[in-house]
């Protein structure tokens, strides 16, 4: 059981667009910064957005962050097939007896 | 080029030890805060311990606290992994990863395989 909640699947056709959620609490998406991985079938995870909605160079601006609250959500627009693999959201959890990083469960994007 | 590689993965059997090894390159790793972070088969993906530029911090997740140990050596640019006591459920790829924040994990290596079996 992930601390951080996302959809296991969410799936679209190409060219469309797709949104994934990343429920949390207080002491880890309400008080911190969110960022998001992809990882592709049989590769290392990769950053994709940081401090809840700024994009790594190299990545394109089909891809975006947003956060409020407790929760956030990654959009990905003009799907694509290469577009296909799991994504994970990550934060700090500022737990006052054990901080600590948590991630979401992954959640498996099909581009039909 | 930002560059980690791990290595020391392989098959223990479960009450054994393995010392994992990260070697960082293209940047001042002694800035940095480094994490280590598994993926068992099949499965999300799970932070396992994180250690201060200098050593003085650590924290690790509840289930390896007394059987992993992090350590690095700024010198060498190279970050560690020890674990003891080896479990089947600590089967895994062990990723090391570069924190900035904490906020971020950028980049990543390409992962060694951790194999709990008899």
């Known amino acids: 059981q992930s601390v951080l909640t996302q959809p296991p699947s969410v799936s679209a056709a190409p060219g469309q667009k797709v949104t994934i959620s990343c429920s949390g609490s207080?002491?880890?998406?309400?008080?911190?910064?969110v960022s998001w991985y992809q990882q592709l079938p049989g590769t290392a995870p990769k950053l994709l957005i940081y401090d809840n909605n700024k994009r790594p160079s190299g990545i394109p601006d089909r891809f975006s962050g947003s956060k409020s609250g407790t929760s956030a959500t990654l959009g990905i627009t003009g799907l694509q097939t290469g577009d296909e693999a799991d994504y994970y959201c990550?934060?700090?959890?500022?737990?006052?007896?054990?901080?600590?990083?948590?991630f979401g469960g992954g959640t498996k994007l099909t581009v039909l | 080029e930002v560059q980690l590689v791990e290595s020391g993965g392989g098959l223990v059997q479960p009450g054994g030890s393995l010392r994992l090894s990260c070697a960082a390159s293209g940047f001042t790793f002694s800035s940095y805060w480094m994490s280590w972070v598994r993926q068992a088969p099949g499965k999300g993906l799970e932070w396992v311990a994180n250690i201060k530029q200098d050593g003085s911090e650590k924290y690790y997740v509840d289930s390896v606290k007394g059987r992993f140990t992090i350590s690095r050596d700024n010198a060498k640019n190279s970050l560690y992994l020890q674990m003891n006591s080896l479990r089947a459920e600590d089967t895994a790829v062990y990723y090391c990863?570069?924190?900035?924040?904490?906020?971020?994990?950028?980049?990543w290596g390409q992962g060694t395989l951790v194999t709990v079996s008899s």
């Open positions: 207080s002491s880890n998406i309400g008080n911190n910064y």
């Open positions: 990863a570069r924190e900035r924040g904490p906020r971020r994990f950028d980049p």
């Open positions: 990550g934060t700090w959890d500022s737990s006052l007896s054990a901080p600590h990083w948590v």
